[in-house]
């Protein structure tokens, strides 16, 4: 293994109004927080050299760097100025890496090698100089068999809050809770206005990370009768504070969407690191946990519906495996061994 002294990293991000690692560790976007955030406060503690994001000076020179999700439309004058040519400006980067024999791995949440469009050229266009894969599910790893044939490895995104003990809530007003990216938003507004009318709770807080207030107003007009939506802006800090006042959390999606293919188990993990029991879609990164949460569309997910309390024993199960595989500090490990492993 090489001393850490000589590993010089590097990280390509998208849409960063800074190069500073604090807005990256602060940022909404779980995709590069609990990524790349994870990834490179694991090198702090490890020791190991992380220049800047996008390492942009003369004197940054990494020789192993990993590629976020690449985004065409940089939105100069909204995120960090690369002159509106993102495309130029990583291909660069990397081709100089490549050039002096450096290594470039992808951290791949979607097959963007199979996929049409301009986000797809630039995975292909730079296939041929990328090393490794880092995929956020064993799915993923199947899903990308066939486009893919040299290294990859698995590391999920962590959970990233406080564990909260579960039990201790009443249940005068039965409160379900929603949070995610405004993605996922849209499998939540269609099971307001169905499934969720076969057992509704009197009230129902949805915590995302923009402010679609008319999209959540039209659902609304075919929700159950009497139940309040609650409308807020996804933190760490107000999804604590939310799961302190629910009973459950529900998890609706599509395991056929190809986008949600291959997802990290990330919100079913934090869901019950917050003592709450799930309903949740059967997404194939949640099934190898099935014995801690239930299935919506299922007996057993309407019962949870009906009566989310007694199930503190289960959680704690869940939370005891939480907490030796996936918090930060045990995903941090993960990024910095595939970086000693590339040194080997």
């Known amino acids: 293994m090489a001393e850490n002294s000589d590993l010089k990293v590097g990280w390509l991000v998208s849409n960063l109004k800074t190069n500073d690692f604090e807005e990256l ?27 800047p994001l ?33 495309w130029a ?25 199979v996929n ?18 880092v995929l956020p599910s064993d799915r993923m790893k199947s899903n990308v068999a066939a486009s893919w044939d040299k290294e990859t490895y698995v590391i999920p995104e962590p959970v990233e809050v406080d564990f909260i003990e579960p039990g201790k809530r009443q249940l005068d007003v ?28 009197r009230r129902l807080i949805i915590l995302v990370n923009n402010n679609p207030v008319d ?14 939506i609650s409308l807020a802006k996804w933190t760490v800090d107000t999804m604590r504070k939310a799961s302190k006042i629910s009973h459950y959390s529900i998890i609706p999606s599509n395991k056929d969407d190809p986008r949600k293919s291959g997802v990290s188990p990330g919100r079913l993990l ?26 919506i569309g299922t007996d057993e997910g309407l019962n949870l519906m009906k009566n989310p309390l007694g199930r503190e024993s289960l959680i704690l199960k869940a939370q ?25």
């Open 174 to 201: 039965s409160t379900a809770l929603w949070f995610g990216h405004i993605t996922n938003l849209g499998w939540l507004l269609e099971f307001i206005q169905t499934e969720i009318h076969k057992a509704p709770p």
């Open 116 to 133: 049409p469009g301009i986000v797809g050229d630039f995975y292909r266009k730079i296939k041929p100089m990328v090393h490794a894969l």
């Open 270 to 295: 934090t869901s019950l690191a917050m003592g709450l029991p799930v309903i949740a879609s059967p997404l194939d990164s949640y099934m190898p946990f099935k014995e801690y949460f239930s299935l």
């Open 215 to 228: 999209a959540v107003k039209q659902a609304a007009k075919n929700a159950p009768k009497g139940m309040e």
């Open 320 to 344: 005891k495996l939480i907490k030796e595989n996936y918090t930060i500090e045990a995903i941090e490990k993960d990024w910095v061994k595939v970086i000693n492993e590339q040194f080997q």
């Open 25 to 51: 560790f602060n940022t909404e976007l779980a995709s590069s927080r609990m990524r790349a955030g994870v990834c490179i406060s694991g090198c702090q503690k490890a020791d190991i050299t992380v220049y």
């Open 54 to 86: 996008n390492f942009r000076q003369a004197d940054h020179n990494p020789n192993l760097v990993f590629m976020a999700k690449y985004v065409p439309d940089s939105n100069t004058g909204q995120y960090l100025d690369d002159s509106g040519k993102r």
């Open 89 to 113: 400006f990583w291909l660069k980067k990397i081709k100089k890496l490549h050039s002096k024999k450096g290594k470039l791995i992808l951290d791949y949440t979607d097959n963007h090698f």
